[in-house]
T-cell receptor, first 110, second 113 residues
């Protein structure tokens, strides 16, 4: 399974765009890149998933370069409620053996 | 559509006891995964069940076991509890095919005294 590396923590201010980059040098051909968000005492929540290029949904964008060795989660105009831990995952097989890394703790300040 | 339901929400046990946690997946989901989350170790994969069969297992001792029933509901059992087993136990359900996203419950907070 590909190992992921992402910053331990990031600070931002309300209204700013936040970009969290994840490194996954050993990503396999069949692997998708998935991001989850977790608030304290809750289970992680799916944000976005992609295979290559760019994916956008109502809450975030995911940028994946051609070599797929990294990916960037972009959160537009963050608010205080976006303060959470963000996990980047690279896994084949969904729940087969999805491995979570340490995550990035995002703190949004007023 | 109801989400993933975990019971109980909180549990206090003493060392040496055993505990059973329950997880009801989203209707139609056949895969249930279990995770242990602690401040020091983060989210660690325990095991995954699909159609009543354990399909994958993490690196936990045999004291941690699980099962899945024909209705996809799953239980996790921890025997001979240790202080270090205090954690938030999360289950997640999915359809069970490749690259499917996981839907997590709110977890069971287990405290071992």
């Amino acid at each position: 399974l590909a190992k992921t590396t992402q910053p331990i923590s990031m600070d931002s201010y309300e209204g700013q765009e936040v970009n969290i980059t994840c490194s996954h040098n050993n990503i396999a051909t069949n692997d998708y890149i998935t991001w989850y968000q977790q608030f304290p005492s809750q289970g992680p929540r799916f944000i976005i998933q992609g295979y290559k290029t760019k994916v956008t949904n109502e809450v975030a964008s995911l940028f994946i370069p051609a070599d797929r060795k990294s990916s960037t989660l972009s959160l537009p105009r963050v608010s205080l409620s976006d303060t959470a831990v963000y996990y980047c995952l690279v896994a084949t097989g969904g729940g087969f053996k999805t491995i979570f890394g340490a995550g990035t703790r995002l703190f949004v300040k007023a | 559509k109801a989400g993933v339901t975990q019971t109980p929400r909180y549990l206090i046990k003493t060392r040496g006891q055993q505990v059973t946690l329950s997880c009801s997946p989203i209707s139609g989901h056949r895969s249930v995964s279990w995770y242990q989350q602690t401040p020091g170790q983060g989210l660690q994969f325990l095991f995954e069940y699909f159609s009543e069969t354990q399909r994958n297992k993490g690196n936990f001792p045999g004291r941690f076991s699980g099962r899945q029933f024909s209705n996809s509901r799953s239980e996790m059992n921890v025997s001979t509890l240790e202080l270090g087993d205090s954690a938030l136990y999360l289950c997640a359900s999915s359809i069970g095919q490749q690259n499917e996203k996981l839907f997590f419950g709110s977890g069971t907070q287990l405290s071992v005294l």
